[in-house]
């Protein structure tokens, strides 16, 4: 047993646990466990009933508000103290709140206590109200009535969306919306052969969130999308689906961390689009569940109402599996990558895979990049065992579908 981000070892009682137990009590819950040294060794203690008291006492007299929290003496004469994450947030040792960083208990910044008192009062970024409030909304206007059929758009509209209020005038899911603000924005650039060539940047800032997903929508469809004429018709390609990537820029303006001074980035190369959005994911939703569409907590709720009144969302968290059925006819599929401070989603090249087995797919799909990929490499991404990778390999490259360089240990695949 090793400590982790919600397990900490305590071999006496030092006021040092008091700072983890505000840690669990402002983000997920943990445990201490008293008796036990660094390296996991139960040493125990001697009196516990005097030692659990003692626990208590400091939790009680140092920790505010009052923590939920449990205590229970072990067989081993261990004392296992749960503590649960709160409603009350923040929690605050000696007036400073703290967090978890792997093993570490680390004070919050400013920022982040920020955000802790939002959630205790159950308020949402995109509700405070906006510094600014010299606004307009040409933008949002015009895109209100035309989908909406209303015949004026009016601070009566902005109180409606939720943009408004009497009290407080606009909030800032209304600047967000408004044609000029200080918000950050999406920056695009289209490399060459590796990212030291940058071949067009473009950087859409300061204006309307609405604005932005437009121009972004407009750069991708001068690269990813053309035309093929036959006979009297016209068809329009795409390399890469225009609905992924809709969803997966609709998305990132919406549950990004709109207080983070960071663009949304849109990378595109010659093979994909990586868009990388500030702010992980949203308080309540794992890696599991974001990835399957089961769960959407909305970070920005007032901002998301009206991305979805202009059909520019699904409220319900149905991007993901949107972005998943784009491709669901092609050997290539889109990578969702999440970390605690940014999600990034890859949108490969649409790669047609008729013709393939299921297996032969799975195996085309990791060898969809613009790097040549070793056996090691592609067994990982498949799940398959070193000899089936190497059969459907060989099949691949027999049938001029993928080519082998180098020779020995060095040998790699790539698709021709």
Do not use: C
Not at 34 to 39: C, L, Q, Y
């Amino acid at each position: 047993m090793r400590e982790n981000s919600k397990l900490e070892f305590k071999e006496d009682l030092t006021n040092s646990f008091l700072k983890t137990v505000s840690a669990f009590s402002n983000y997920d819950g943990g445990q201490i466990i008293f008796g036990v040294d660094d390296a996991g060794n139960v040493v125990g203690v001697k009196d516990s009933k005097e030692f659990t008291l003692a626990i208590e006492n400091k939790v009680n007299d140092n920790i505010s508000p009052m923590p939920d929290y449990s205590l229970q003496i072990n067989p081993d004469q261990t004392i296992t103290l749960d503590v649960h994450e709160g409603p009350n947030k923040p929690y605050f040792y000696k007036s400073k709140a703290y967090r978890r960083h792997d093993t570490a208990t680390i004070e919050v910044d400013t920022q982040e206590l920020t955000r802790l008192i939002l959630e205790g009062k159950h308020l949402t970024y995109d509700a405070l109200k906006a510094d600014r409030q010299d606004l307009t909304f040409n933008k949002l206007g015009t895109r209100i009535i035309a989908k909406t059929g209303i015949s004026t758009f009016n601070q009566d509209t902005l109180k409606t969306l939720n943009l408004y209020s009497d009290e407080q005038g606009f909030n800032n899911a209304a600047a967000i919306l408004a044609d000029e603000n200080t918000f950050p924005g999406i920056d695009i650039a289209r490399f060459g052969e590796n990212i030291s060539i940058i071949l067009q940047r473009k950087t859409i800032q300061n204006r309307s969130a609405l604005e932005a997903y437009e121009e972004a929508l407009e750069f991708f469809r001068l690269f990813y999308t053309y035309e093929v004429i036959s006979g009297f018709t016209r068809e329009t390609v795409e390399t890469i689906p225009d609905e992924a990537f809709r969803e997966a820029i609709a998305n990132a303006l919406v549950h990004r961390l709109w207080d983070v001074q960071a663009q949304i980035r849109v990378s595109m190369f010659e093979d994909r689009v990586e868009i990388t959005s500030p702010g992980g994911l949203p308080k309540g939703v794992n890696e599991a569940d974001y990835l399957k569409g089961n769960l959407s907590v909305l970070r920005n709720p007032i901002l998301a109402n009206v991305f979805f009144r202009l059909n520019l969302i699904e409220i319900f968290g149905t991007g993901i599996m949107r972005i998943k059925e784009a491709y669901h006819s092609s050997a290539t599929k889109p990578k969702f990558e999440v970390t605690e401070n940014v999600i990034k989603i890859t949108l490969p090249v649409v790669k047609d895979k008729s013709g393939l087995t299921d297996d032969e797919a799975i195996v085309f799909a990791a060898l969809s990049s613009s790097q040549p990929k070793s056996i090691s490499e592609i067994i990982p991404e498949t799940g398959f065992g070193r000899s089936k990778v190497r059969k459907i390999l060989n099949d691949l490259t027999e049938q001029g579908i993928a080519a082998m360089e180098g020779s020995q240990r060095g040998t790699k695949y790539r698709l021709k």
